[in-house]
């Protein structure tokens, strides 16, 4: 710990916002201290290792893109950005067509970069291609602004009302938005929706590429990133639930936790999940300090399930695929061993793994997937894996698992929108963090990791240090200043 401290600032949840937090504060002259109540932190970053062995993989694959620009510097910070492959085209299968290459045209500036793409997408129709490039159009052109959370509008609505089809809102805006917002366009809010599509593709070059982790998730965020943090001072404590929280006579903050004695603080930081917010504040007085904070707590989550297949032969060379029409929606090769599975393709006589060969199949809005047997749901990604990759041959599923977490992420529904927090809230020192925060972003790694450290420039204020920890968007181009509206 760090002697003859400014004051002392207690981050509660060791998730990725939480971790955010206290890398933004490491370099002050503050002392930084954070509890999480599980064994590692990382929150939902989380991996395990198969019954029969073999390396890590994560409960489900977890991937950013090129215009998160506060998550990139987290890496860049703890030493961490090599342990990410940038890929800069994505590749669309849908049964009965070829397979759709999605990548920029580098001869042309944003937001064009992408329109000889949109023209390849060869599980659209013409008619559905304009009707896709309609409804873009419109996005860039409608005004942050416009854009009124209070409104009881879902994006699926939006897309009606200006002339999407349902083959249209079924094939392209819902396999996006399932994927970037863990939930369906019919339940969906308008912001968020445009923030993907605006930020995560048209308004500047590389915005984006996809980077999936190239070790486990435990590994980066449950092992290396603390030890960082830990190298420049951080006290971080595991495995010790903090119970509620005080404010004091004097001004400070009481941090009651399953450690005793309790822990004063200057500075209070509650980067837990939405849902267990409720709980830490119950019973005090900085409750009232939280707008709204019944709300927050009930915010509906979505479910998200990573199903694990092992396979007794490769299936693609395709490092992922986006999946059209099918109950599979992603599926990923190895991420985590891309050297090995290179080295296998360059011989194909190499033997069969002992464990088989990964591959990790990703649904999201899965709630319609919990309570299915296990086998059922392993027999379909399976099945849907066939068809799609018929040169595989008759691949067999030699083990699996699912892993469905019922509250993956907060369901960013209109309602919800409007509910979001601000990070500073009434009460001088208490600051909320976490991707349910209103940081513009959904729920995202971008989104936690941009709450924290909005938290800490707020406290980075208050003591009278510089504040400049939030990074600034992707640079537009100037023709996407032009086109896409403030």
């Not at 994560?58 to 910070?77: K, P």
């Not at 008619?127 to 416009?146: C, F, H, I, S, T």
């Amino acid at each position: 710990m760090k002697q003859h401290a400014l004051g002392r600032v207690v981050i509660v949840g060791g998730g990725l916002a939480g971790l955010a937090t206290a890398a933004a504060l490491a370099d002050t002259p503050l002392e930084i201290e954070l509890y999480e109540a599980r064994r590692q932190t990382g929150g939902r970053t989380g991996s395990f290792t198969a019954a029969g062995g073999g390396p890590a993989v994560d409960y489900c694959q977890h991937v950013a893109m090129g215009c998160c620009t506060n998550f990139l510097h987290l890496l860049h910070w703890a030493g961490l950005e090599g342990e990410f492959e940038r890929y800069e085209r994505l590749t669309f299968l849908a049964a009965e067509k070829p397979p759709s290459s999605f990548a920029p045209a580098p001869w042309l500036p944003p937001p064009l970069h992408f329109a000889p793409a949109f023209s390849r997408l060869h599980f659209l129709t013409p008619q559905e291609r304009r009707e896709v490039r309609r409804g873009l159009w419109r996005l860039m052109r409608m005004k942050r602004v416009a854009v009124d959370p209070s409104r009881d509008e879902t994006f699926g609505h939006w897309l009606r009302r200006r002339g999407q089809s349902e083959p249209t809102i079924a094939k392209f805006w819902n396999v996006v938005l399932a994927s970037a917002l863990g939930d369906h366009v019919d339940r969906v809010a308008i912001a968020p929706a445009r923030q993907v599509f605006v930020e995560g593709f048209l308004r500047a070059p590389g915005a984006a590429d996809v980077l999936v982790p190239r070790q486990p998730l435990a590994e980066l965020f449950g092992r290396r990133l603390p030890a960082q943090l830990a190298a420049a001072g951080v006290r971080i404590t595991h495995g010790v639930r903090v119970r509620r929280c005080e404010l004091e006579s004097s001004g400070r903050f009481t941090v009651h936790s399953d450690a005793a004695p309790a822990t004063p603080a200057d500075d209070l930081v509650l980067a837990t999940p939405w849902h267990a917010l409720p709980r830490v504040l119950a019973g005090s007085s900085l409750a009232a300090a939280v707008p709204r904070l019944a709300a927050i707590g009930g915010f509906p989550g979505s479910a998200i399930s990573g199903i694990h297949l092992w396979l007794d032969r490769p299936l693609t060379r395709l490092p992922h695929a986006v999946l059209i029409g099918r109950m599979s929606q992603w599926v990923f090769r190895d991420p985590c061993g891309v050297e090995s599975d290179r080295d296998r393709e360059r011989d194909p006589a190499a033997a069969l793994p002992e464990e088989g060969y990964y591959y990790q199949v990703v649904v999201s809005a899965a709630a319609e997937l919990r309570g299915r047997p296990r086998a059922a749901i392993e027999e379909e990604a399976v099945a849907d894996l066939r068809a799609l990759f018929p040169a595989a041959g008759p691949i067999r599923c030699l083990q699996s698992r699912v892993v469905t977490d019922p509250a993956a992420v907060f369901s960013v529904r209109p309602e919800v929108e409007a509910a979001r927090p601000a990070t500073e809230t009434a009460q001088p020192g208490l600051y909320l963090a976490g991707d349910w925060v209103q940081t513009g972003w959904p729920a995202t790694m971008e989104g936690a990791v941009l709450s924290g450290y909005r938290a800490a420039a707020a406290i980075r204020r208050r003591h009278g240090l510089p504040a400049a920890v939030v990074q600034p968007p992707l640079a537009a181009s100037r023709l996407a200043r032009c086109l896409i509206a403030p």
